[in-house]
């Protein structure tokens, strides 16, 4: 009957396997997913390859080796920075940290009131460019700050002001990530803790912060990232305190020497890459924590706990709001702090450098596109990566270049923009200076956050649609309208917002390839800045917070109203 | 294996192979399917059995051999060239379409006219027995709804093969119960040739014409309900599917054992010689205790040990007296009643000679 210890002929001689041919839907999925891998070659390794290509020529395109490295590090004023940059973005990190702890504490694991509130305020600073909280400080602390005397004749102007700029700037991120970590704890450990009777010392000790670690330890390397790379802080406050964000602007900007700057971003490039490679090990583990049989934790009143959050989350927010009132002040003041009397002098922006009204709209319109665009990029992108039957190669190497700009700073990849698409070799020269390098620059700078949120929502969705639909011979993009895309609309949507949001805020990228008639919001309160025109600075900022919160509360609307009935049939 | 000999197979797998890296998954399968036959692939997990169903369906290509549907070589066709229709544990049922769009999904990319369609859903609908369902969205219904929801879509397109996937495992064990029954019969009405993975025994006993058990990427045996059950052909079958015992012993003569001090008497004959080590398997609830009188063969004085209640019956384990063999035993609360059977009484017990299996020793990967 059945085959139990038959000998059989030797079938292991190496016969080729068997391929399956392809069928109409394989053709189209890998030709999209070859068609995505050049795109991100294009726009994503080739710039990268051309900043580290530029860091070994001289000023005349001819390779000399190591000679750029050795000049940098033979010039004291620059090296300095690679110190200084390292010293201020491990101090803010760890105050960052520790305070998003304890308010992601105070809004996952109390009873205090108003927890909603107070995260709606902890958003405050994503929807701001970092130059915001920047000239609030200078405002505060400054040379005719109105509390300069807090800082016991300490200048502002320099590490403090950074350290102050950049944990306000990062504090959301930190918060989200740790707040995430906290939220999914499973209550059957503390109810354990509790029948063993562990102390509620202990059980914080041998339960909450293990099961936080990983999260804590991401958001460690995500504000570390941020604020190594980030430019507008310290462009604004930094005064003569250089760190490496500055110093590529500088070189580049300043004094024209490519090389330099492509030196300073390699360098800038590593503590970055090293973050992103640690934070994507933790990612994976914090995930293993995960069971789906864990039940939800629900935190009890506690009365002194409570009131004790209460009073450290309201001055954690109220420093936020200061910050952004401050702005908001000297934005609406005539001329603050010596005349008081509202006006809108100060958004009279096209009497000023920057490029004036016109670079809000280019900020509405580049930010407007790269949502359109880059959402349906990068989601019909993570589609492509996650759904292709098998070419394993091609979609393992499409998905490390969407993961790649995660650990490029912004200066770097718009470093790589210049010296990739203004080479007049390259027969993509024509999109420089244009609309179009902005929003593919802007597309290809926020890739992988918006990737990743895709291809989780993608891999929620029952993976045997694909197999259902090939079954009954429906080709695969009408799955995807049809299904696909609606049971993922809320990702979708998160993807679109998050794009906005950050178009509209980010000045690293953009920098360096913005035109005279392409200006955009954020850079024009540089540019103000720059010239003295503070007020007008701290207004500007103020028109792109509003924007990006009124963007962000439609959104919300949207989720709750259209989306609640459009989505009926997530309902029992 | 060839049951019906005379009809031409509608499946037919030669030589199938399946290799992942260096693990092989699938080891040169052979196997026909006859038309209209519902044939149950069983196996512990790791089997092979869902691999096997990969390479039908073309979800996963085998590395090696080839398969034939109805006399059409599909074995390295794409998904859509085949012609299945699938239904998996998840239901994979389309969560944003009402029930009618998700049965009507294949209807109208295949360019039905709308009254064709909507003609041929009410049917579907009706025949697995949900007519009333047709605006619902699938979260609004129940496992046991969803599960034949996914059956009347996979049929819309009248495939030559239905293809189960554990279609039953995700349900309540009620629920389970009806819908096997529920499956069968429609089955059986519209004479579908149907392939169903399970790692569930009693599932597999109970609906196929056929059951398929695997191991190792093997086919163990192939039989029907009643062959797999009464007559296992290995000790992996016999272990795998119901209750077993395993008793160890070596042959006297080729119709005669001595397991652990007993002598044991069986009617096959089993040609490995005097002295082999043999195992002689007994399922528990064929142990005799009633009308012990007729049986003239294996019957032994036993200690009776813990009586485990299971509701239907008494689970419970005997020692042979004077011999060193324990075995277990089901008896029927009947028979108990009857009998007085209790813990720590001696009874007389018989083991009939039709029933014991004897495979040649050791059993290997005994678990």
Not at chain 1, 564 to 569: D, G, I, N, P, V
Not at chain 2, 232 to 260: Q, W, Y
Request: glycine share 8%; charged share 15%; net charge positive.
């Amino acid at each position: 009957m059945a085959t139990e210890t038959l000998i059989l002929p030797d079938r292991t001689a190496a016969v080729a396997p068997l391929r399956q041919k392809l069928g109409h839907d394989d053709w189209i999925m890998r030709g999209a997913v070859v068609a995505l891998g050049l795109w991100l070659i294009v726009t994503v390794l080739l710039p990268l390859w051309a900043v580290l290509s530029k860091s070994f020529q001289a000023a005349d395109g001819s390779f000399v080796g190591l000679a750029n490295f050795q000049a940098y590090f033979a010039n004291p004023a620059l090296a300095n920075s690679i110190w200084h940059s390292v010293w201020v973005s491990l101090l803010s990190t760890i105050i960052c940290v520790l305070l998003a702890f304890v308010y992601a504490y105070g809004l996952t694991r109390t009873c205090m009131p108003g927890r909603g509130l107070f995260r709606i305020i902890a958003q405050i600073p994503i929807l701001a460019p970092s130059l915001l909280p920047a000239i609030s400080l200078v405002y505060l602390f400054g040379n005719q700050g109105l509390v300069k005397w807090m800082l016991f004749g300490a200048s502002i102007y320099g590490p403090i002001g950074i350290v102050m700029g950049e944990v306000f700037w990062t504090f959301p991120h930190a918060l989200i990530i740790i707040a995430t970590a906290l939220a999914i704890s499973d209550a059957r450990l503390y109810e354990a803790a509790e029948a063993l009777r562990a102390s509620p010392r202990r059980t914080f000790w041998t339960v909450t912060f293990p099961g936080a670690r990983y999260g804590l330890i991401s958001a460690v390397f995500v504000v570390f990232t941020l604020v190594i790379t980030d430019f507008g802080v310290p462009k604004v406050i930094g005064g003569r305190f250089n760190v490496l964000a500055t110093d590529i602007y500088k070189q580049v900007v300043g004094q024209q020497n490519f090389q330099m700057g492509a030196v300073v971003g390699l360098i800038l490039l590593l503590p970055a890459g090293v973050a992103f490679v640690v934070d994507q090990l933790m990612q994976r583990r914090q995930l293993a924590l995960l069971s789906a049989r864990a039940v939800p934790y629900a935190p009890r009143p506690d009365a002194t706990i409570d009131r004790t959050m209460l009073a450290i989350c309201s001055l954690i927010a109220f420093a936020i709001l200061v910050i952004l009132g401050v702005s908001f002040f000297a934005s609406i003041a005539t001329f603050w702090p010596y005349n008081l009397t509202p006006s809108f002098k100060n958004f009279d922006f096209d009497m000023m450098d920057g490029g004036g009204w016109r670079s809000y709209f280019n900020s509405l319109v580049m930010a407007g596109l790269t949502a359109l665009f880059g959402t349906a990029v990068i989601f019909a992108g993570a589609y492509l990566v996650e759904k292709t039957p098998r070419f394993r190669y091609a979609r393992g190497f499409v998905q490390f270049l969407a993961l790649l700009p995660l650990a490029v700073p912004g200066l770097v990849l718009g470093l790589g923009y210049i010296f990739f698409f203004n080479n007049p070799a390259n027969p993509l020269n024509f999109i420089y200076g244009t609309m179009a390098i902005l929003v593919i620059c802007t597309i290809s700078h926020f890739y992988s956050v918006s990737h990743l949120t895709a291809v989780t929502a993608l891999k929620q969705i029952d993976r045997e649609f694909e197999t259902v639909s090939a079954s009954l011979r429906v080709p695969f993009w009408r799955t995807f309208m049809r299904v696909t895309l609606p049971v993922c609309l809320p990702a979708v949507l998160d993807i679109a917002m998050y794009l906005f949001v950050n178009a509209m805020t980010t000045v690293s990228a953009v920098v360096f390839i913005y035109a005279p008639h392409t200006t955009l919001a954020a850079i024009a309160v540089l540019n103000m800045d720059d010239a003295g025109d503070v007020a007008p600075a701290a207004a500007m900022a103020m028109v792109v917070f509003a924007t990006a919160a009124v963007t962000r509360a439609i959104y919300m609307l949207l989720t709750q109203g259209y989306l609640a009935r459009a989505q009926m049939w997530r309902k029992r | 294996m060839d049951s019906t000999p005379t009809t031409v197979p509608y499946l037919r797998i030669r030589n199938l192979s399946k290799k992942f890296g260096a693990f092989t998954a699938l080891d040169t399968i052979d196997l026909d399917i006859m038309p209209g036959e519902f044939v149950s692939f069983l196996g512990p997990s790791g089997c092979g059995k869902t691999t096997l169903l990969r390479a039908i369906s073309g979800l996963d290509v085998q590395t090696a051999g080839s398969i034939h549907q109805g006399g059409r070589d599909i074995s390295t066709l794409p998904v859509a060239k085949r012609d299945f229709g699938i239904v998996f544990q998840s239901y994979a049922l389309f969560p944003n379409l009402t029930i009618k769009d998700n049965v009507a999904y294949g209807l109208v990319s295949a360019g039905t006219p709308r009254i064709e369609i909507d003609r041929r859903v009410k049917e579907l609908l009706e025949l697995v027995g949900l007519p009333e369902q047709a605006g619902k969205y699938p979260a609004q219904l129940s496992g046991g709804q969803q599960q034949r929801v996914a059956l009347a879509r996979a049929l819309a397109l009248s495939p030559g093969l239905l293809l189960l996937d554990e279609p039953l495992s995700a349900l309540d064990a009620r629920v389970r119960a009806r819908l096997r029954g529920e499956i069968r019969d429609l089955q059986q009405r519209l004479k579908l040739t149907t392939i169903m993975v399970t790692h569930d025994q009693e599932e597999a006993l109970t609906m196929s014409d056929r059951i398929v058990v695997m191991s190792n990427g093997r086919i163990e045996q192939v039989g029907t309900p009643d062959e797999i059950y009464g007559r296992p052909a290995t000790a992996f079958v016999a272990d795998f599917v119901g209750k077993m015992n395993f008793l160890e012993g070596r042959l006297v003569t080729s119709k005669r054992a001595i397991v652990r001090g007993a002598v044991l008497d069986f009617s096959e004959e089993v040609p490995l010689g005097e002295g082999a080590a043999v195992t002689v398997c007994l399922r528990p609830e064929d142990v005799a205790v009633r009308d012990i009188g007729e049986h003239s063969d294996n019957r032994l004085s036993v200690q009776v040990g813990v009586m485990e209640f299971i509701g239907n019956h008494f689970a419970t384990t005997l020692h042979a007296s004077g011999t060193g063999l324990n075995f277990s035993a089901d008896f029927s609360i009947n028979a108990v009643r009857d009998l007085g059977i209790s813990s720590g009484a001696t009874i007389e017990v018989a083991l009939p000679p039709k029933r014991l299996r004897v495979f040649a020793q050791p059993r290997s990967a005994t678990a």
